[in-house]
């Protein structure tokens, strides 16, 4: 089992930045993605940001260039920095991981964080 503590969400204003947080903690494998994902009211969850082991990093349109995403592997750590925060950036915030083995993939959630940007 994986545990995912994500903090850093909060109320900002437009143009604003806020650094996101997320330990891992318990049965980490060496080849695994951690990403951010997050959801709006009313909205299906959506990919943020991601990022391998490895350091290969992938993001989604809207947030390419405000957004950069970093780990820290010997904290088991992923931040989230966000820079030039728009009110459609509002949403719950959640830190996911996913332990690959092999063909085999597990994925783990974690509880969210909530960012609120006021226009």
């Known amino acids: 089992q994986v545990q995912l503590e994500e903090s850093g969400g909060g109320l900002v204003q437009t143009g604003g930045s806020l650094r996101l947080s997320c330990v891992a903690s318990?049965?980490?494998?060496?080849?695994?993605?951690m990403g951010w994902y997050r959801q709006a009211p009313g909205k299906q969850r959506e990919l943020v940001a991601s990022?391998?082991?490895?350091?290969?990093?992938n993001y989604e349109e809207s947030v390419k260039g405000r957004f950069t995403i970093s780990r820290d592997n010997a904290k088991n750590t992923v931040y989230l920095q966000m820079n030039s925060l728009k009110p459609e950036d509002t949403a719950v915030y959640y830190c996911?991981?996913?332990?690959?083995?092999?063909?085999?993939?597990?994925?783990?959630w974690g509880q969210g964080t909530q960012v609120i940007v006021s226009s």
């Open positions: 996911q991981l996913t332990n690959v083995f092999g063909r085999s993939a597990n994925g783990y």
């Open positions: 318990g049965s980490i494998f060496s080849i695994n993605t």
């Open positions: 990022i391998t082991s490895g350091g290969s990093t």
